[in-house]
C-alpha cells in the first residue's frame, strides 16, 4: 500500500512537472532544474527495482509491475530540457557535446525509452527472469548515454 500512495505521489509530481516540460524552457536554469527533478525520480525508482532484481529486496510482482510502468513514464520526460540551449552550462552534468550533436543525444534517449518500455512489457509478465534481462538493459543504455554526455 506504501508503495502505491509513492507511486501515486511521484505521478502527481511527474504530471505537474511535465506541464512546464513541453513549454520551452525560458531559462537554461529551469532546464537543468526540471531534467534533475526528473532524473532523480528515475534513480530512484531504478534503485528500488534494482534491490529486487539483486534479491536483497522481495519480489512483489505488482509493485514491481508499477514501479516499471512508472520508470518508463518518468524516462519520456526529461530530453526537451537537455536540449535547452546554454542548459550545458552551471549546475550540471551535462556535456556540451550533446548539444552539439543532438541527434546522437536523442537516439540515446530514445534508446533508454524503448529499454524502459521492454522493462515494462516484462514486468506486466512477471516472470523474474526477463524482468532481470531487461533491467540490466536498462542500466546498459543509462551508462552508454552517461559516458558519452555526462561530465
Not at 530512484?44 to 509491475?65: C, I, L, N, P
Not at 515494462?120 to 540490466?136: C, H
Request: hydrophobic fraction near 45%; proline fraction near 3%.
Amino acid at each position: 500500500m506504501r508503495l502505491f500512495v509513492k507511486s501515486i505521489l511521484c505521478t502527481l509530481t511527474v504530471a505537474i512537472i511535465a506541464g512546464a516540460a513541453y513549454a520551452q524552457f525560458s531559462k537554461p536554469g529551469d532546464a537543468i532544474r526540471y531534467r534533475k527533478a526528473v532524473m532523480t525520480l528515475i534513480v530512484h525508482d531504478f534503485k528500488q527495482m534494482g534491490a529486487v532484481v539483486q534479491g536483497k529486496a522481495d519480489y512483489d510482482r505488482a509493485s514491481f509491475d508499477e514501479q516499471a510502468k512508472l520508470l518508463h513514464i518518468l524516462s519520456t520526460l526529461p530530453w526537451e530540457a537537455f536540449m535547452t540551449p546554454g542548459s550545458d552550462k552551471g549546475d550540471t552534468g551535462l556535456k556540451s557535446s550533446a548539444l552539439q550533436n543532438k541527434s546522437a543525444f536523442m537516439q540515446a534517449a530514445k534508446s533508454f525509452e524503448n529499454a524502459t518500455r521492454d522493462l515494462m512489457l516484462a514486468a506486466a509478465g512477471g516472470d523474474l527472469g526477463p524482468v532481470k534481462t531487461e533491467f540490466g538493459n536498462v542500466g546498459a543504455s543509462c551508462g552508454a548515454c552517461h559516458k558519452q554526455f555526462r561530465k
